[in-house]
């Protein structure tokens, strides 16, 4: 199982260690740094590094390394999934996970690593019961603390770590009882130069934030459930009452947690909400490049595309681009050749446009790549695949509770091939 | 105000001061100054002398301390253990704690602390928490037990902690029953043959119910767990892959793959025709394509478990090609991989689509992905042969960039195309050539040079080409050298009247003025080749070449087997089996997937009834399974010198063979035949007898000429089954030497050179006494008839049948294994005759248990001691009894065994009976 875990920051340093079994010099961490080394980009680091007596796996995230020292064959896949929970965790305590956070509340993150693995063992991974077990830190908690000595180790018994509901703390009171629901939904796409769809698919994630006082039982049915043929749930969801009637049967945990996500692949599916019409060109002998760039909306059933953002990494042979964005702003990294050009909002009426030179090294040969181009987008008030909630009930409590659902679409990874 | 003031001491005496801290009156104080301590470790600082203060603080009701204390012991125990003994008593006396947390915490801890005197302590609460009322204990306790294992295995087994573990998996509660296969799972890692997690339907069945209960970590430790189980037919796989299913629309992408895993072994042994195998096979494509929309991380090990995957179960995802497309802000790791999955994926019905996709990705800036995606488009043209024109055509477009690194990689993909599609895209040599000079990786060169060597008679200047990269001879690699070498000798023997010089230049080159041995061997061969025997250098220099197919570079499908049961491990993403690199496993089992009871990849081997009445029994072809094929790979395929001492025990070929044993065949023997009989003397007479029968048999029929009786030859390997290779034979003793008489059909359209032959180990030893000698390659369509001597001092192992003997071929293709019978009478030895005194006093000394009796039907015997004396059967008495002719006969076989029959003959009925007594000697 898990042996040892190693946080390394951007500039290769280590400045957490923690161990479960014996403890590993931290000399291990070389192979990693060697590896680090090696990668072209932070993110191109192999996730699992062979060294004579471990293996060193690791997940980049807000840009730590979490390295895991592991000893004997162990699931990669577990290793990784719960590296993310830890990453997750961190995130749930102290609002970011940064090299500073994490510096900031050292004790707090010896005692939840000392809590989620025991012996490399999972043993807490749930938030609902870390928070019983250790109380997050809050400012106004911080002061208490100092003031009368107490100590923001809970005293109880992790209760629901043991009964039918593992997830969902025991006690739970309200005074404004209230379900959330964000259906979230990520188009991945590759467009290819004459604006043909290539491969198109969605990811969906349905979010909530619950609070509802007691053990509340819910049920969430669909308009359309027969979109949601590959999906992935929180444990809470009762399986069988999906495989049977497609309704979402569940006790849902306290708080903040994903409910489930679920992919459709079928292309058909799947509306491609802007287009781009760009023309980038090069020509022999000359040391300039020609920069033209039109969107559009194509399929948003008259939903507004909002916070549009354009990004292209030109090639390296650029030295500078002199474009003229027709509204928002854009920026050039003649370092990086990173072109960003912040769209805002598209108005039907006004297609925005971004065009000019770009000015090559001077007798340098045309390049030979051909920048891709990556758009983000925000379409509010509409789930892209056209899933929609029918409704939302609650049994086993008595009050009424507020409820609240969201639909959101934004492009995932959509590149356009140029 | 944070912790972050705990990093910020960097005072002199620090320690000094914490020491004084830790010493204080004051409670807040006190936890502070622990919190202190606690953040100078996390960071790696020596505090360990602060030990003593620090477990003073241990006697506190302030649960956060306390804790605070047990991570500095754990982590400073093992240095200080003196000390950390005083920390016991309130282990102990915490372990007797009301709050069950509390003695959760205690015992968890102690099992932490890595100290010989401490773990004695241990014992007695490690035993109350194991039976503790509270699950929550218990649960803590059962990974105890594999803490404690790590510390001091041998204690473990003493107190009996095992059994207390196994008896956690009917616990009432999921979460113990999961951690304690969690603990058994690990405990077990270490001792491979304990038969720790004994598994049958009942634990199976509280397994399962757990899953639906227990935390996903523990999901995970029981479907790896269940991965391990064999169950007893096709409806218990069935169900218990209907109650593993929900599991892959969990969140956590372990536990999808490791229901795959499961599923994937499950499926094997359902039959194909089932409804619900077809069902399954859907259910498993959508998991497995969502986990490539997780973190990077994820994906890469998703993707090299996919490919995997694809290998065995083509069908599942052959129609989501596309969600293997490459994005180009992909990690390069996650890129690579998923090129490698499309070019698995790539047919016939998508191909148009993947070489769009290929093209587009060698335009990318990536140097390294661009180079793979290169070799992708010339890997697909090997794959898919329709496209293979449409893929040249791609690499010509690339090789006009003339980007240098992509013009290098497609020319040593062409060559590969030109070795697989012979003659047929010749036609771009010409643009090749225009590139010559940008060469500058080895690789490039030497495919360039090979295709200027192999169609130096359609260039022109072949001559001039070569002799430009001999100009930098030295200071080229070896690979370049070699393949210069090569390629020269070549144009020399198509074109010998213009290029004796170059070839004169390139040999000295090689010979003197190089201190490479390879180089330098490779040299003198061919010049001693080329001034003895033109015609044959020409022979072997410009011999037909095997055709390459995309086969190479399929993981070897007994290799593939194994890691299909080890899906989602680090063998999964290393394709290695573990016991190639995991640390410390010693006698890791190897895993095979179970077979299909109907299907055809079940062992097609002759029924036993059969098998022991006549030696022609149906040749089996073994298929490649378990070891088998990869441990034979690895056997030196020369035979033994003919005239040596036997080999040594501990030679390749005696490991091979005990690899052999030890893996595929006993699962061969296994599925064909029942329980082997148990007395050798006693199993001995059945084959034995089998074999007079046949000898006895020919007795009629044709007149034979004097001489050992020899059968028919039968097929032993189908064409079909050997890639074009049929192999028929039989066997025959001549001049006292046992022959493998063999003819060799080539049914494939291409040459097969390099044949070799091995047996595994056999009944008798025997061995072949000299390589098989096939000197000319055989063409399509040709036979060859070749004989093989074979000796009987090789490795013994006892058969079943008796005469079986399992022989492998190799060729340039590939090894092909079958099996085949030999007639008994073959290793009846000249010597076999027996003095009539000794013969009276041994058949009386022979126990009865050793005799057998059986009947020769319909037999016209004239000269029935002549005829059999050809085949070493000696006749050392005749009596007549009571209008019965008796005939006393012996036997020798070679290895020293003694056969002694009575034949009895009732005049006038054709019916023989005979009665055979054995020893040995």
């Given at each position: ?418 | ?232 037919d ?361 077979g299909s009871a109907g299907s055809g990849e079940s062992v097609d081997s002759p029924d036993p009834g059969s098998a022991a009445g006549a030696s022609e029994a149906p040749p089996a072809v073994i298929p490649s399974q378990g070891?088998l094929?990869?441990?034979l790979?690895?056997l030196?395929l020369?035979p033994p010198t003919t005239t040596g001492p036997p080999p040594?025990p501990?030679?390749?070929m005696q490991?091979g063979a005990m690899?052999l044993l030890g893996g595929g065949l006993d699962s061969l023997m296994g599925a064909g035949f029942g329980a082997a009989p148990a007395a050798m003397p006693a199993s001995f007479s059945a084959p034995v007898s089998g074999g007079l029968d046949d000898l006895f048999d020919l007795g009629g029929g044709v007149g034979m000429p004097m001489g050992a009786y020899s059968p028919p030859k039968t097929i032993w390997l189908p064409a079909m089954k050997a890639k074009g290779l049929e192999i028929s034979g039989t066997f025959a003793r001549r001049a006292g030497v046992i022959q493998m008489e063999m003819t060799l059909t080539n049914k494939a359209?291409?040459?097969m050179?390099?044949f070799a032959i091995q047996f595994n180990r056999n009944s008798f030893g025997l061995a072949p006494a000299g390589p098989l000698q096939i000197l000319t390659?055989l063409?399509?369509n040709q036979s060859i008839e070749a004989s093989l001597p074979l000796s009987t001092v090789g490795p013994v192992m006892k058969m079943e049948p008796l005469t079986n003997l399992q022989v492998a071929v190799k060729n340039?293709?590939?090894v092909f294994y079958f099996s085949c019978q030999y007639p008994i009478s073959m290793l009846f030895v000249e010597d076999g005759k027996m003095e009539r005194q000794v013969f009276l006093a041994t058949w009386k000394d022979i126990p009865n248990d050793n005799e057998s009796q059986f009947q020769i039907k319909d037999c016209h015997l004239n000269a029935t001691s002549n005829k059999l004396q050809g085949s070493n059967v000696f006749t050392i008495a005749k009596r007549t009894v009571e209008g019965q002719d008796m005939l006393y006969q012996s036997m020798k076989l070679t290895n020293g065994i003694w056969v002694l029959a009575e034949l009895r003959v009732q005049t006038g009925n054709p019916n023989y009976t005979v009665s055979t007594l054995i020893f040995g000697v």
């Open positions: 199982m898990i042996h040892s875990l190693f946080l390394v920051n951007a500039s290769g340093d280590i400045f957490l260690e923690k161990h479960w079994k014996s403890v590993v010099s931290r000399s291990v961490c070389d192979y990693f740094f060697e590896a680090q080394e090696r990668a072209t980009e932070p993110e191109n680091v192999p996730p699992v590094i062979p060294t004579p007596h471990h293996y060193l796996i690791s997940v980049l995230r807000h840009r730590i390394y979490f390295v895991a020292v592991i000893q004997s064959e162990v699931p990669p896949l577990f290793v990784i999934e719960f590296l993310h929970r830890v990453v997750d965790t961190f995130q749930d305590y102290f609002g970011v996970c940064t090299e500073a956070a994490i510096k900031d509340n050292v004790v707090v993150v010896y005692e939840l690593l000392e809590e989620m693995l025991d012996n490399g063992f999972p043993l807490a991974t749930e938030s609902n019961i870390l928070k019983e077990l250790i109380k997050p830190p809050t400012i106004l908690r911080t002061m208490v603390n100092t003031i009368t000595g107490s100590t923001n180790v809970g005293e109880q018994l992790p209760t629901g770590q043991l009964s039918v509901v593992p997830w969902r703390r025991t006690g739970v009171k309200y005074t404004n009882n209230e379900a959330y629901f964000d259906v979230v939904e990520e188009i991945d796409a590759i467009i290819d130069k004459s604006g043909s769809t290539i491969t198109a698919e969605i990811q969906g994630v349905i979010d909530a934030c619950v609070k509802l006082t007691g053990m509340p039982d819910l049920t969430l049915s669909f308009m359309n459930p027969r979109l949601l043929d590959d999906v992935s749930f929180h444990p809470c969801v009762r399986f069988k009452r999906w495989e049977a009637e497609r309704i979402l049967s569940f006790i849902p945990p306290d708080g903040n947690f994903r409910l489930l996500s679920y992919h459709v692949s079928s292309q058909n599916l799947v509306a491609i909400p802007v287009y781009v019409k760009h023309n980038i060109t090069f020509r022999e002998g000359s040391s300039q490049g020609r920069f033209d760039l039109t969107l559009g909306p194509k399929q948003t059933m008259g939903k507004a595309v909002e916070s549009v953002l354009v990004s292209s990494q030109l090639p390296r042979g650029v030295l500078n681009a002199n474009l003229n964005p027709s509204q928002g702003t854009y920026t050039f990294d003649p370092v990086t050749k990173m072109l960003s050009w912040d769209v805002g909002k598209i108005n039907p009426q006004k297609l925005p446009s971004l065009k000019g030179t770009m000015s090559l090294q001077a007798g340098a040969s045309k390049p030979d790549e051909n920048p891709t181009i990556n758009i983000q987008l925000k379409i509010q008030q509409m789930a892209i695949s056209g899933l929609k909630v029918n409704r939302l009930d609650m049994y086993g409590e008595k009050y009424k509770p507020f409820k609240g659902i969201k639909y959101m679409t934004k492009a995932g990874k959509f590149q356009v091939r140029t | 105000m944070t912790d972050s003031k705990y990093f910020t001491t960097t005072k002199k005496g620090e320690i000094f001061e914490l020491k004084a801290e830790l010493n204080s009156d004051k409670k807040e104080k006190k936890k502070e100054a622990v919190k202190k301590v606690i953040a100078s470790m996390t960071v790696g600082k020596d505090v360990s002398a602060l030990f003593p203060d620090v477990v003073n603080c241990m006697q506190t009701d302030n649960l956060e301390l306390k804790k605070l204390v047990y991570l500095y012991l754990m982590n400073y125990a093992k240095s200080q253990p003196d000390m950390a003994i005083m920390a016991v008593n309130t282990f102990v006396k915490d372990c007797e704690d009301p709050n069950p947390l509390i003695r959760a915490l205690a015992v968890r801890t102690m099992g932490c602390i890595r100290v010989d005197k401490i773990t004695e302590y241990l014992c007695e609460p490690l035993r109350k928490c194991l039976k503790d009322e509270d699950p929550y204990v218990r649960k803590t306790a059962a990974v105890c037990v594999a803490k404690l294992h790590d510390i001091n295995a041998q204690l473990v087994e003493d107190q009996g902690f095992l059994d207390t573990l196994k008896d956690l998996i009917s616990d009432s509660n999921p979460m113990v029953v999961a951690n304690a296969v969690a603990a058994l799972s690990e405990i077990a890692e270490s001792h491979p043959n304990s038969n720790l997690l004994d598994l049958n339907p009942q634990t199976i069945n509280k397994l399962l119910t757990a899953l639906n209960e227990c935390t996903e970590w523990g999901q995970i430790f029981i479907l790896d767990c269940l991965a391990n189980y064999t169950p007893r096709d409806r218990e796989s069935q169900s218990i892959c209907e109650r593993v299913t929900p599991r892959l629309s969990h969140a956590n992408s372990a536990v999808v793959l490791s229901a795959v895993k499961v599923l994937m072994k499950f499926m094997e042994m359902l039959p194909k025709d089932l409804d619900y195998y077809g069902t399954l096979l859907k259910k498993l494509a959508p998991p497995l394509v969502t986990l490539l929309s997780a973190e990077p991380e994820l994906q890469y090990v998703a993707l090299r478990n996919i490919n995997l995957i694809v290998q065995r179960r083509p069908e599942i995802l052959k129609h989501e090609m596309k969600v293997f497309f490459v994005k180009y802000n992909d990690p390069i790791y996650v890129k690579l991989e998923k090129l490698d999955i499309m070019i698995r994926l790539a047919s016939q019905a998508n191909i148009a689509q993947v070489l769009a996709e290929l093209k587009e990705y060698a335009t990318e800036v990536d140097v390294d992905f661009v180079r793979k995606a290169v070799r992708a488009i010339g890997r697909c043209a090997i794959k898919v042969e329709q496209s293979a024109e449409r893929c040249v055509s791609t690499l010509l477009d690339l090789i006009q960039t003339k980007v240098n690194y992509v013009v290098q990689e497609a020319i040593v993909v062409i060559k590969d195309i030109f070795r697989k599609y012979p003659n047929k895209y010749e036609s771009v040599i010409a643009t090749l050539c225009e590139n010559l000079d940008s060469l500058d990786e080895p690789e490039a060169r030497a495919a360039m040079i090979w295709i200027v060597g192999e169609y130096a008679e359609r260039i022109d200047n072949a001559d001039e080409l070569l002799e430009s990269f001999l100009e930098g001879f030295h200071d080229e690699s070896t690979q370049v050298q070699l393949q210069l070498l090569t390629a020269i000798v070549k144009l020399f023997l198509k074109k010998p009247t213009e290029t004796q010089e170059l070839v004169q230049q390139v040999l000295s080159l090689a010979t003197q003025d190089s201190d490479n041995p390879d180089l330098r061997d490779r040299g003198y061969i061919y010049w001693r080749l080329l001034s003895t025997d033109p015609v044959a250098a020409k022979e072997v220099v410009l011999a037909e070449k095997p055709l390459i197919s995309e086969e190479t570079d399929l993981i070897e499908p007994t290799l593939l087997e194994e890691l299909i049961c080890h899906i989602g491990t680090l063998a999964s993403v290393y394709h290695k089996p573990p016991s190639a690199f995991v640390e410390g496993s010693r006698g890791v089992q190897h895993k095979r997937l179970p070891d094929l990869g441990d790979l690895n030196d020369t040594a501990s030679s390749g490991l690899d359209m291409s040459v050179t390099d390659p063409s399509p340039n293709i590939d």
